[in-house]
């Protein structure tokens, strides 16, 4: 597909933008959407910038029923001198054919979603703050349309991206979070929909996410599906430990979600020589470390936090505080190093940053 075939039709009731310093997340939208619709048979066709506003669906429309839909997240970072990037969108378009594969939904041409997103942004621009922190949140998503209620693969789909201005996520610093590891319900199981992103993995959480709440924890660690005993991640971030000088996160195994945040994070360590090891990880083996004084930091990796310090875990009662609850510093490097770069405010040698408009 052609940029030249992307229609742009502009609104003429311009919303009043929100108070940059009450943004929250996920709550304002921009004037414009992009959409486009595909048919089998034809294919992806009619691209288009178009005012933000609601869909007309059938009730019949297969999402609503079987849960045909994947999404993305990622965010449109503007710097004091006007600059707007994006970091690695390549690889959000590359993950969402991965998670549309996984579904038996149709591939979409990744340079030309890359090329349609830019567009969009520029045209919203006005829309992105610039306080220290915060962000545009980009939230491409695939439904499935055709109407009917028979459960096969649906031959008729829409795409569709919104943008939502965003505050910082951290608004007095880095705060730890308390992590309830889950021994009862589980996210994923190998040869599910675990590395895909679907919005059916999230409804399968809520409810674990909320009893953890209950019990005055933020978060839940989801351990492995099949014997209860591996960790996994967390929410909707990848985790790492720091253990004795080594940095520890799971191996990817199929069930765990492929983070952008979190390959950005061993690559940089990597480069800066700090041993990553991908591997199986048992809690069992992690409580151990805790016990030896050996559990130094602890992290999770996603891209509305960019890094979320764990400050405590509580496994069946065996409660780990790590770095007495405080952000550890290799932590904060990581964060201050992908911020610095996602802001253009850093030297960028891994070619992640793409610039906008400048
Ligand atoms: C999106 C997501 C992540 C983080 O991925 P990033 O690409 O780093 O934002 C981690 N886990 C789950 C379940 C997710 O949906």
Known sequence: MMESQLRISLTDQRKEKPDSSKLGFGIHFTDHMFMMDYTA??????????????????????????????FEGLKAYRNKNGEVRLFRPDQNFKRMNRSLARLDMPQVDEKFMVEALKKLISVEKEWIPTEPGTSLYIRPFVIATEPYIGVRTSSTYKLLILLSPVGAYYENGMNPVKIYVESHYVRAVRGGTGEAKVPGNYAASLKAQAEAH???????????????????????????????????TPALNGSILQGITRDSTIQLLKDWGVPVIEKRIAVEELLQAYQNGQLEEAFGTGTAAVISPIGE??????????????????????????????????????????????
Request: hydrophobic share 35%; charged share 20%; glycine share 12%.
């Open 41 to 70: 048979g034809k294919g992806w066709h009619d691209p288009r910038i178009i005012p933000h506003g609601p869909l007309t669906l059938d009730p019949a429309a297969m999402v609503f029923h079987y849960g045909q839909a994947v």
């Open 214 to 248: 209950d019990k005055g924890y933020d978060q839940v660690l989801w351990l492995d599906g099949v014997e209860n005993k591996y960790i996994e991640e967390v929410g909707s971030m990848n985790v790492f430990f720091k253990v004795n000088g080594e940095v520890w």
């Open 313 to 358: 875990l509580n496994w069946n009662g065996h409660v780990m505080t790590v770095n007495d609850n405080k952000t550890g510093q290799l932590t904060q490097k990581i964060y201050d190093t992908l911020t610095g770069i996602q802001y253009g405010q850093l030297e960028d040698k891994f070619g992640w940053s793409v610039v906008v408009t400048e």
